[in-house]
Each structure stands twice: as C-alpha cells, then as structure tokens.
C-alpha cells in the first residue's frame, strides 16, 4: 500500500515535466529555431570589448542602453553561449525553452501549495503556457531575461513556501541567495519583497518579520542603480509618475487576456475584441468576489502578484510592451487555474460557462501567440541569410569597403543598425546614401546617418576600387560592376562631412597636430583641427564621438572646448572613465551655407602613458555635420 502513492507520483512528475518540455516546443517551434536580431547583435559582441582591453568589471557591471544592468540573464549568458556556440543560435533557444520548463513546472507546485489543488497548478501552467505574451521571450534571445527573471520569481516563491511549510532554515538561506542572484537578471527583482510580505500577511503572519529584511537590498539597490545610471529625463523611457498609470493598468490588464491583440489574425472587430475581453475579465473578477465574499482573502495574492510585479513599469507610458508581461501574467495564471478548478466542480451551467471561456482564451491566445513567433522567425531568418550572405560574397575582397543597395527599414533595424556584420569580419559597411531618406523617414534612430556613406567618400572609394556594392533587394547580390558604371553622373562634393578617423581617405581635412590613426580612432593632443562644409541648413549640428580612458580623468572630468571658424562653442565634459563619449553642437549660424569651415578641439589638459612621449588628449572616433 506504501509502494502504490510513491509510484504513482512519481508517474505524475515524469508526466508533468514531459509535457513541460514537449509542449513549449510544439506551439512555439518557431521560436526554438529562429536566429538572432536586433538587440542580439550588441549582446553577442560583448566578448570582442573583453577582447580589445575592457576589463571585466566593465563589461559585466557598468550600465548600458536605458541604464540597465543585467550581468546574469545578459552578460554572462552572451558571453559565455558565444565563447562556447558562436553564431549557432539553437543553444541559446534551448537555454531559453529550458529555462521555461522549468519555470513550469515551478508554477505548477507553487500554485498546487497556495491553492491545495493540483488541478489548479496544471491549469495555471497551462494557462501561462498559451498566453500569446510568452511569444516574444520564447522567439527573441535578446529578452531571455523575462524568462529568466519569471524562474527566479517563482524558486524564490517556491522555497519561502517551503520555509513555511517545514521551518526548516536551509529554505530560508536558499531564499536569500536566489534573491540575491536576481538583482542580476532584471531591475524587477526590486518587487520580490512586497511579493513575499503580501504572502505572509495571507498565509503565514508570523513570517513576516522574517521576510521585511528582504526590502532592504532592493532599497539599496535602487539608490546604487540610480546613481550609476540616472533615471532618463526625456524620451520613450522617461517615468511619468501620475494618474495615467492607471490607464496603463488597464491596457496591460486587456493585453494579458488576449483578445486585444486579435487584429495580428485579421480579426478587426473592436465590438468583438472588446466583448471576448470583458467576458475573459468578468469570469476572473466573479470568481475574486465570490472568494472574498466568502472570506477567503488569500485569493487577494493572485491579482497582487500581477499589479505589484507590474508596478515598476506604469509609469513608461510612452513604452508599453507585451513582453513586459511574462512575469506579471504569473500572478494572473494563477487566479484563473484556481477558477477553472472552482468552475469546474461547480454546477452545471457553472461548468459549462467555465469550459466556455477557458475555450476562448485557448482559442484566441495560440493563434496571436503563433503569428508573433512566426514574425519574430521570420525577420530573424531574414537578418541571418543577409548576414551570412555579405560575410560569404566578402571572403574573396576581404579589404574591400562594403556598401548595400535595396536596403528595407527591416533589415536595416534587425542587422545593419546593431552592426551585425561585424560578427563575421565584414568591419566597414555603409549604406548607399541616396536610400536615407527611405529608410529613416524622419524616425529617430540615434548616429543613423553615421550608417550612411557620404557622397565624396563613396565617389572617392568606388572610383578607387576600394569598395563593393551588394544589392540585398532578394538575396545577397554583387554589383559592383554595373553600379560603378551608372555612378559617373552623380554630382561631387569637394568635401567630406563626416570624416572617420580611422580611414585616411580623407586625411587632407585633418590638420598636422593629429596623430597617426590606431585601429577605427586616432589621438588628439590638446589641440587638433578639422576642415568640414558647412551646414546644409540652421538645423545641423556638429557630432563628435569618441572613447575616454581612465587615465584622461585621474584629476577630474576632462573639458572640451569647439571652435567653429574662431567662435567659440560652450564647453562640454567628458566625465566617464573608460567609456564611449557623444557630443552634438549647435553651429554658428553664419556657417551654414558655407563651402568650408575650420573647426577646431581643444581639451582642458592632457596626461602622458607610461612608455609614450606623445602629449595625450582625448581619443576621437568620427566628426560630422549632419
């Protein structure tokens, strides 16, 4: 009689983590074998900043893009995958399937102990399985942290269950760490503690005195993370905090249960989405108040995970996004499988109405979720036989400057713009310039001229043999030929308005004090001049790029002053360490127009390295008017 129970669960879990593996797969197949887009791009290169001399620390730690810090679900993951798989994407979607899995089967336990009902975990987990936001994280690498951060969320949950259950310390220590580790994964992890505390106010009191130390490093590291990577003042990622938080709410709130995302399969009916969704909702809200009425107010945990997770992110109003949903959609999963399981062991018409809606979100989240993995594969698909197709054209002409006809605003968004081809060899690519305007449109991709060759330069390397030109329209195709032959009657310029240091084709406009180029830069001392044309017109400005080594701020931040034609411009500052710097500057405005100006840097001081003579100033990477 001891045997039978024992087998028997052990059945249940064999069957339980099988299903967990097989059916992510099945209904996202798409994602598993898709490749690497966009934000992949710039992960996948962080090695090569290992490579040219950035220490460790850096790469793993210091902020990057909106101020993020994600060292474990980003850095060393990229890292570490790329070391080991190369461009080979499939190990990185198993990683990410893998990590799913277990976050199921995680959810499955966690919402059998809250509930007592193990159909309520199956439910749950299935629920949160067809949720058409999983898509995005289970087709795109670049935000695996969702995954990721979804598993920490629920281990955390799973051992602080267990510490109650059992009393035993090692739960609460486990507790800890994973806590901890979290921090690493994602800028959500700050919730954790609220999460925690919610429960031990439902479930166990006593544990709460246990679970407010936890509140503690998130705000410490809240307070770090501000001042390594100050909250953005203006843009998409600025934070509103004020009453449209709350219709924000609500739009996550109709995303999560599908039918607001209907028009991806061409059903356009507002009427229609907005009745399916109201029915999904009073089905959930029903259940909540009839729990409560009854006064079971643990049911309250459910709708708190999915409003405390979510809280950080109301106020991007200017940045909803659907992914951002994958933890959230936890606490929503389940509170809808503790209502099937009510549902169904209701009356008649009960179960009848549960099986109704539980059919409808099945029915409308699969198809949504299967055209978001079908678009992400597919783009992603796209960018690696661009990819691969440059990088295998370009073996025979190597030192050959690459430009690209027929570019698409999609593919110049999933691979040229984060500078894919860098990842096979292909360093100095440009898109031809008379195709800006077509792709760009007056978007605002940050540096997207930079992506563009100027004229006198694309005059200058075609006429010297020193470029390729591919047509990528369909396919990856040289021609070089035909295009240098139709390149004779378009118009020239005596002047090139961005000028990359690292290529001498237009060092006649550099003035003598410049050192010899290294690498993709070259060296100021305190002073150095440059020739440019003037602007177009009053709304171009002069863009100066470079790279700051530690050793330029050992006395403090370094200031740099512009001169345009003997007017001054106001002083700007580099002040991180080993970093990238960007300045723009607005132009005097008796220099627009002009056929040529003299601009001229100087730096507040310079410093000398160990073994070099040479007076050292700041290190400068590109120039432009634009």
């Known amino acids: 009689m001891t045997e039978k129970p024992r087998f028997s669960s052990g059945v249940r879990k064999l069957a339980l983590s099988a299903l967990a593996l097989l059916l992510p797969a099945i209904l996202y197949w798409g994602g598993l074998v898709a490749w690497f887009q966009r934000d992949d791009f710039a992960l996948l290169s962080l090695r090569s900043l290992l490579a040219n001399g950035r220490s460790l620390l850096a790469v793993l730690f210091a902020p990057v893009a909106q101020g993020t810090i994600r060292t474990l679900s980003e850095r060393v993951f990229y890292i570490s995958f790329s070391a080991m798989f190369g461009l080979n994407a499939l190990p990185y979607r198993a990683a990410a399937f893998l990590t799913f899995a277990a976050a199921l089967l995680l959810l499955q336990d966690v919402c059998a102990k809250l509930t007592g009902s193990r159909a309520a975990g199956f439910w749950a987990a299935i629920l949160w399985l067809v949720n058409s936001a999983l898509a995005t994280p289970l087709s795109w690498t670049a935000v695996y942290y969702e995954l990721l951060c979804a598993f920490f969320f629920l281990l955390d949950f ?25 921090f690493g994964v994602l800028e959500l992890n700050v919730v954790y ?82 009745a399916l969704t109201a029915s999904l909702a009073a089905g959930l809200i029903g259940f909540l108040i009839w729990k409560l009425r009854r006064r079971q107010w643990r049911i309250l945990l459910f709708p708190a995970w999915f409003v405390i997770v979510l809280s950080p992110l109301l106020p991007l109003r200017q940045h909803l996004s659907y992914d951002y949903l994958t ?17 169904l062991e209701a009356g008649a018409w009960k179960r009848i109405a549960t099986m109704l809606l539980v059919a409808t979100y099945i029915a409308v ?12 594969h597919d783009r992603s698909i796209r960018a690696r036989d661009f990819v691969y197709g440059v990088a295998s054209l370009n073996k025979t002409r190597p030192d050959r400057i690459v430009l690209l006809k027929g570019v698409s605003a999609e593919l110049f968004d999933d691979a040229i713009y984060p ?81 990359e240091m690292g290529d001498d084709s237009h060092a006649n406009q550099l003035g003598p004090s410049w050192y010899p180029r290294e690498g993709s830069y070259r060296w100021m001392p305190k002073r150095a001049s440059v020739v440019l044309p003037g602007p177009r017109g009053p709304g171009e400005k002069l863009y100066l790029k470079g790279y700051c080594p530690a050793a330029a701020l050992q006395s403090g931040a370094l200031g740099v002053e512009v001169t345009v034609d003997g007017e001054k411009l106001p002083v700007v500052s580099v002040r991180n360490p080993d970093a990238e710097f960007s300045f723009s500057f607005t132009m005097p405005a008796d220099a627009t127009g002009k056929a040529k100006i003299a601009i001229e840097l100087e730096v507040s001081r310079t410093f000398h390295a160990p073994g070099d003579p040479r007076e050292l100033g700041l290190v400068v990477a590109s120039m432009e008017i634009r």
Request: net charge neutral; with cysteine; aromatic share 12%.
């Open 365 to 376: 989240s699969i198809p949504i979720g299967h055209s978001l993995i079908q678009l992400f």
């Open 193 to 274: 503690p609220a999460l925690a505390a919610f429960y031990a106010l439902c479930y166990a009191p006593r544990l709460l005195r246990k679970v407010l130390p936890l509140f503690a490093p998130s705000i410490i590291y809240m307070a770090v993370h501000i001042l390594a990577a100050p909250l953005p003042s203006a843009g998409l990622y600025k934070m509103h905090w004020d009453w449209h938080m709350l219709p924000t709410l609500v739009t996550y709130a109709a995303w999560s249960l599908g039918p607001a995302w209907l028009s991806l399969v061409g059903v356009h009916s507002l009427f229609l989405r907005v």
């Open 158 to 182: 799973w051992l602080l269950i267990r510490y109650a259950e059992t009393g035993e310390r090692r739960f609460y220590i486990a507790q800890w760490v994973t806590f901890l580790a979290g």
């Open 419 to 499: 500078r894919a081809l860098q990842l096979v060899g292909v360093r100095e690519v440009y898109v031809l310039p008379e195709e800006e305007h077509r792709i760009i449109g007056g978007r605002p991709l940050e540096s997207a001229a930079s992506f563009f060759i100027d004229g006198a330069r694309q005059r200058q390397v075609l006429t010297e043999d020193r470029a390729v030109v591919y047509d990528v329209t369909n396919g990856v195709r040289d021609v070089t030929a035909e295009y240098r032959a139709a390149f004779g009657g378009l118009p020239e310029n005596d002047l090139a308005s961005r000028i």
């Open 327 to 343: 933890v959230p959609l936890i606490g929503l999963a389940m509170w809808a499988g503790a209502a099937v399981v009510s549902g």
